[in-house]
């Protein structure tokens, strides 16, 4: 039987999503307690996509084939009591054996925090600590230009190879609370660094060392002309994976 879980993760102390040998991942010990519940068969957990090393979700999502018989609610149950603390299922539900996690997904809303005040020891982990005043006003401006459809290999690495880096933003926004800033970003599909690239070039231009005008030199460029930063992951969180 097919199972969609929703489930939650503090990146902190991953060296991020996908299983690797040697390394602790979020796939790593998810697949470690699924095989155990599913009578020791190695079991391959799909996700809706990766997160980087750092990064933290607040709702990813994947699919897996249990050949046990168990209700969705004990299954999450049994999960939680053999998952490590940084890693929680949320939900559990019963979907159609033709579902699949990654190449379902319509829209997916990521956020990125960081701080401009005081360094915060306690919140590092969770936000980026910039420290440093940016012009915000300018920033919300230039946010805008990343709407819409567009190639986006310019904010990919390069030696990330992929047929189509084209990608639609439904929805962009930064909010000020304080001197917290949270970056909000909704779209079809989002690539590795994507996001991280896009908010270190606004904050090249929050503090006055790029022009927002930019930002459409370097989508239509489909190069990196111009220099920034790839921000920090741990201010990064997947928020909700839509199908």
Do not use: W
């Not at 084939?65 to 609610?73: A, F, G, K, Q, R």
């Not at 929050?206 to 930002?215: A, F």
């Amino acid at each position: 039987m097919r199972y969609l879980l929703k489930f939650s993760y503090d990146g902190t102390l991953f060296h991020g999503f996908e299983k690797q040998d040697n390394y602790r991942t979020i796939q790593g010990e998810m697949e470690n307690v699924l095989k155990y519940i599913n009578n020791k068969q190695d079991t391959k957990l799909v996700a809706s996509g990766r997160t980087d090393k750092g990064v933290h979700a607040k709702e990813q999502t994947a699919h897996v084939d249990i050949s046990v018989n168990i209700t969705p609610l004990k299954l999450k149950m049994a999960m939680n009591s053999l998952l490590p603390n940084d890693i929680h299922v949320i939900s559990c539900m019963v979907v159609d054996e033709n579902f699949h996690a990654r190449y379902m997904v319509k829209e997916k809303i990521y956020e990125y925090k960081l701080n401009m005040g005081e360094f915060d020891p306690i919140a590092r982990n969770y936000i980026y600590q910039i420290n440093k005043k940016l012009d915000v006003s300018l920033m919300r401006g230039s946010v805008k230009y990343f709407l819409g459809v567009h190639d986006f290999k310019a904010f990919t690495p390069s030696k990330d190879k992929r047929a189509s880096y084209v990608r639609e933003i439904y929805f962009a926004d930064i909010k000020k609370d304080g001197d917290i800033l949270t970056f909000t970003f909704r779209g079809n599909g989002f690539i590795k660094y994507q996001i991280r690239n896009m908010v270190g070039l606004l904050i090249q231009i929050g503090l006055h060392k790029t022009d927002k005008d930019d930002i459409l030199k370097i989508l239509e460029g489909k190069n990196r002309s111009v220099g920034y930063r790839t921000a920090h992951p741990e201010g990064l969180y997947l928020v909700k994976v839509i199908y």
